[in-house]
């Protein structure tokens, strides 16, 4: 069963910096890739960012791009979101989840595992 733990998140300006990590525990040979997504309360999961664990392939949603960068740790089984050029409307609940394809980790429907605590992310205007 895979164990999913995020942290990192906190209060920054806009226009700050944050990095997230998330440690996974009890990843399998199929779950080849690795996403962040973020939550306000009450609204679904959406997606942020998605990687193979390889960094082969790597997908980030049009709000984020040029602003996060995902990168990963295999040996350490972690993933990372480092977060520039902060924004207020960036202000969520940041999660992470494994997928057997960064492409499906786009559509969080496809993520594979239990939801996590998430860490929550808070920018100041």
């Known amino acids: 069963q895979v164990h999913l733990v995020e942290t990192g998140g906190g209060l920054v300006q806009a226009g700050g910096s944050l990095r997230l990590s998330c440690l996974v525990s009890?990843?399998?040979?199929?779950?080849?890739?690795i996403g962040w997504f973020r939550q306000d309360p009450g609204k679904e999961h959406d997606f942020v960012a998605a990687t193979s664990w390889n960094g082969d392939s790597t997908y980030y949603a049009d709000s984020v791009k040029g602003r996060f960068t995902i990168s990963t740790d295999d040996a350490l089984n972690t993933v990372y979101l480092q977060m520039n050029s902060l924004k207020p409307e960036d202000t969520a609940a940041y999660y992470c989840n494994t997928g057997y394809a960064a492409e499906l980790l786009q559509y969080p429907r496809n993520a594979l595992d239990a939801w996590g605590q998430g860490t929550l992310v808070t920018v100041s205007s």
């Open positions: 009890g990843r399998t040979s199929t779950t080849l890739a």
